[in-house]
């Protein structure tokens, strides 16, 4: 269970911030033309982003001893000057949003000037660096859908739960039309707020459908993590979860690669990854979602996708249920492998797209046999109608994964 559990955590977002090494903050070579993040709280001038990529945090504490910025796997070491105002900067950040955090003598607590995401199993810190392509997730002047909260019942669960559905414009503009669905889940340390807060997938999905790349469809996004019959024991990655220290900081260089076991152990490790979440989606959400909102309610018009562990749930779901959901999506969260198809041929016949995503610096995922283009290939090969997409110089985080649902919406119900 012990090595099971390390392989998996490859694929989550997060690591453990003990194991942060401490490093000065960056002093030299520094473009002094730093500007607020757009992730400030009001009128809160810091945290700061420069032209070069560096995160600047300040913050007053007199009182402390040490105070650190921790972000992407580091902890940098600010200076405090003669007013007790501590101040950092950090190496260039890939471009994109991340988690972060500061230590002040050893307690991890969130920045006040940031707004707070949750991510990292807490509410705190994030910060959105700006990108050379953001512009796809940029709100525009076109037709504005919604992102609303749903509180519905689990007979599964025997409990209230809560998601998000994100309804196109067009739901509103046309009370006649039906429209498809994807069901989209975040990844391990994260919750249902992950995609609309850190993945702005409603202002994805404008710009997309104003600009006539996609269809209208609609999503809705729940809790992977927090799902248990009557009785049980929290679950992490759809099995009871292990002791010892929970994730505290947000990973930018996170290797994200398919975890080093045999074709046949990560096929069935990955049918398990549903847990009880998998009989909420299939017996509570998606029936409520075709109960109360105007769907099209049929395999052809339904999707599921992920990131990270909420890419192995999908995994694992699919091909559980392979006449449910026509369209596939795995973002940072392993492959299909063909073998696996073997003994699912109902997959194959229902399939309309599988699609499977990955930085170019998720080490095994971007490249080599287990990459995703080499799986996609071999999908093809059987045919599976397989698309494969690298995320330029990013790793296992959320630029990759907004990239990729711009990427993957492109492909459904087409």
């Keep these: 269970m012990k090595k099971l559990f390390l392989s998996l955590m490859a ?17 030299e070579n520094v473009v002094e033309d730093f500007k607020p993040a757009s992730t400030n709280q009001d ?81 705190g810190s994030g910060i959105d660096v700006p990108a050379a392509d953001e512009d796809f997730y940029t709100v525009k002047n076109v037709p504005q859908g919604s992102v609303s909260e749903v509180y519905y019942w689990s007979s599964v669960t025997e409990s209230m739960r809560h998601g998000y559905i994100y309804l196109p414009a067009e739901y509103y503009a046309n009370p006649g039309k039906k429209f498809p669905v994807l069901y989209l889940q975040h990844g391990m340390g994260e919750n ?6 850190q993945g702005k997938t409603g202002i994805i999905m404008d710009n997309l459908i104003a600009a006539g790349k996609a269809v209208p469809f609609i999503i809705f996004m729940d809790n992977g993590l927090n799902a248990r019959r009557p009785g049980e024991q929290p679950m992490g990655f759809g099995g009871p979860r292990p002791g010892g220290p929970r994730p505290q900081a947000g990973a930018q260089g996170g290797q994200g690669g398919r975890p080093r076991m045999s074709g046949a ?58 006449t449910t959901f026509a369209y596939v999506g795995i973002f940072s969260g392993g492959t299909i492998g063909a073998e696996e198809l073997t003994d699912v041929p109902d997959f194959k016949k229902t399939n309309k797209v599988l699609f499977m995503s990955a930085g170019s610096k998720e080490t095994g995922m971007a490249e080599g046999e287990n990459s995703v283009g080499k799986v996609a290939e071999d999908l093809k090969a059987i045919g599976i109608n397989a698309h494969s997409y690298i995320s330029p110089e990013t790793a296992h985080e959320w630029q990759t994964w907004r990239r990729s649902l711009y990427q993957f919406a492109q492909l459904l119900f087409k």
Excluded: C
Excluded at 69 to 89: F, H, P, Q, S
Excluded at 192 to 197: K, L, N, Q
Excluded at 287 to 293: F, L
């Design 11 to 27: 694929f989550t977002s997060l690591t453990v911030a003990a194991q942060n090494p401490t490093v000065p903050s960056v002093t």
């Design 43 to 123: 009128n809160k001038q810091y945290p700061m982003i420069n032209s070069q990529r560096m995160v600047r945090a300040q913050i007053t504490a007199p009182q402390a001893t040490f105070v650190g910025l921790d972000i992407a796997g580091k902890i940098y070491a600010m200076t405090k000057d003669e007013n007790g105002v501590w101040t950092g900067t950090s190496a260039p950040q890939d471009e994109g949003f991340h988690y972060y955090q500061l230590n002040i003598d050893g307690a991890s607590v969130p920045d006040p000037g940031s707004k707070y995401y949750y991510g990292a199993s807490r509410w």
């Design 192 to 197: 249902e707020t992950g995609w609309s807060a």
């Design 265 to 322: 152990d990560f096929a069935k490790m990955a049918r398990r990854m549903g847990g009880a979440f998998e009989e909420v989606l299939i017996k509570d959400i998606i029936p409520m979602v075709e109960k109360n909102y105007r769907v099209i309610a049929d395999s052809e018009h339904r999707a599921m996708a992920g990131l990270s562990m909420g890419g192995m749930q999908t995994h694992g779901i699919t091909l559980n249920n392979p």
